[in-house]
């Protein structure tokens, strides 16, 4: 069964940085797409960034080109989402996501199983 369970998540001051992770059970992780949305309070589950099953390709939501970095460690079954020069709009439950297909994909709809999420609250 694939289990994803995320970390890092906290209250940060605008311009501060986050380490989100997610730990994934199991031994699919090395052969999955994974990606990073999120969710604000009355708005839709938004996708953040993408990663490939290698970890050679990558991709961004507009509004965190530059500031997010997204990476995997295969060895360790681990997603991370690494954040900076946060913003008060990027307060939202991030989630960790993963695909069956080895490509990346920026469909929430297309992924095939979810963590819980983890809240990210930017103060200004």
């Known amino acids: 069964q694939v289990q994803l369970v995320e970390s890092g998540g906290g209250l940060v001051q605008a311009g501060g940085s986050l380490r989100l992770s997610c730990a994934a059970s199991?031994?699919?992780?090395?052969?999955?797409?994974m990606g990073w949305f999120r969710q604000a309070p009355g708005k839709e589950r938004e996708f953040v960034a993408g990663?490939?099953?290698?970890?050679?390709?990558?991709l961004y939501g507009d509004s965190v080109k530059g500031r997010f970095t997204i990476s995997r460690d295969n060895a360790k079954s681990t997603l991370y989402l690494q954040m900076n020069s946060l913003k008060p709009e990027d307060t939202a439950v991030y989630y960790c996501?993963?695909?069956?297909?080895?490509?990346?994909?920026?469909?929430?709809?297309?992924?095939?199983?979810w963590g819980q999420g983890t809240q990210v609250t930017v103060s200004s």
């Open positions: 199991g031994r699919f992780f090395p052969s999955y797409a």
């Open positions: 996501a993963a695909d069956r297909g080895s490509w990346i994909t920026n469909k929430a709809y297309e992924y095939d199983y």
């Open positions: 990663i490939s099953w290698s970890g050679g390709n990558t």
